[in-house]
Nanobody, 120 residues
């Protein structure tokens, strides 16, 4: 069993900051890429940011310069620092990770999601 558990969501005013965390636990040998996605009401889930095992990052245009993704491999944790938040950032944020269950068996997992609400 593998679990991704997010934390850090909440209610913040526009212009404020939040830091999301996602910790992976369970039976796996290593973690490949880790990412954050979000889904706003009535909209499709979209990719927000990704960090590879080597530390390379990629961001959606809508969050570039405001959000920073990072990971702590010793803690099997990925973070999303969100600054200058806007009401349009309101969504459920999901952690996603590719984990090696065995040396050559890679599987994708999702967390349960954490709500981020940005008030005007």
């Amino acid at each position: 069993q593998v679990h991704l558990v997010e934390s850090g969501g909440g209610l913040v005013q526009a212009g404020g900051s939040l830091r999301l965390s996602c910790a992976a636990s369970g039976n796996f040998s290593s973690i490949s890429s880790m990412a954050w996605h979000r889904q706003a009401p009535g909209k499709q889930r979209e990719s927000v940011a990704l960090v590879t095992s080597g530390g390379s990052t990629n961001y959606a245009d809508s969050v570039k310069g405001r959000f920073t993704i990072s990971r702590d491999n010793a803690k099997n944790t990925v973070y999303l620092q969100m600054n200058s938040l806007k009401p349009e950032d309101t969504a459920v944020y999901y952690c996603n990770a590719d984990l090696f269950i065995l040396v050559n068996l890679l599987r994708n997992y999702w967390g349960q999601g954490t709500q981020v609400t940005v008030s005007p």
